[in-house]
């Protein structure tokens, strides 16, 4: 077992010997949704003030409108009554500094982890590789407002999204915790 293994575990043990949540109802207590990033530095729960049991948090590298986060708010939606979602990508984001074709050559030179510096991403070439990158979306970020945008216009014409449901588009800033809206983004998003 790796000191990772072992830590996750002890934090769970303290965490179920004092837990008192066992009873929230599955559908949830204030009826949105948002979809963000990976990202370890956001904390949802922290900065949209959620407990358990309040919101469905969806999260993929870059936040991104893909096929399965829409699955998933259609769910949320459907089954679990949603009724209002969030977009929230972020500055400093990973996603702004890779292009699928930059992800597609590192992965097919080897499955190591790479590494980035001034001149951008390289990798060990230690092989094997696997060209199997060549056939996703990577869905990378060369301009945070404007895959904002873009993404809550996917969810918006997605023919399995109510327009009823208001969507908003907003930017985590890494730097101050502040959530700054992408007007229109949100414009884009509204409810009719």
């Known amino acids: 077992m790796s000191n990772i293994l072992d830590e996750v575990l002890a934090a769970n043990a303290a965490y179920a010997q004092g837990f008192d949540k066992g009873n929230l109802p599955m559908p949830l207590g204030r009826h949105f949704a948002i979809l963000t990033c ?3 530095r956001l904390d949802p729960a922290k900065y949209a003030g959620l407990a358990e049991g309040d919101a469905h948090v969806i999260r993929n590298a870059g936040g991104r409108a893909s096929d399965d986060a829409i699955r998933s708010l259609v769910i949320s939606y459907k089954l679990l009554g949603t009724r209002e979602w969030f977009v929230i990508h972020h500055t ?3 996603m702004e500094t890779f292009t699928d074709a ?3 050559e590192l992965l097919a030179s080897s499955l190591k982890t790479s ?3 001034a001149s951008g991403w390289h990798d060990s070439g230690e092989g094997p590789g696997s060209t199997e990158g060549h056939y996703i979306d990577w869905l ?3 301009d945070n407002a404007k895959s904002v945008v873009e993404d809550v216009t996917r969810i918006r014409q997605h023919p399995l999204v109510p327009r009823s449901i208001p969507l908003y588009g907003y ?3 890494v730097k101050s915790g502040k ?3 992408v007007p229109e983004a949100t414009r884009v998003g509204r409810a009719s």
Request: charged content about 35%.
């Open 38 to 40: 990976m990202d370890a």
């Open 92 to 94: 400093d984001c990973g």
């Open 102 to 104: 930059v992800m597609r």
């Open 115 to 117: 590494r980035v510096d």
């Open 140 to 142: 990378t970020i060369q």
């Open 171 to 173: 930017i985590y800033d």
């Open 179 to 181: 959530l700054v809206e």
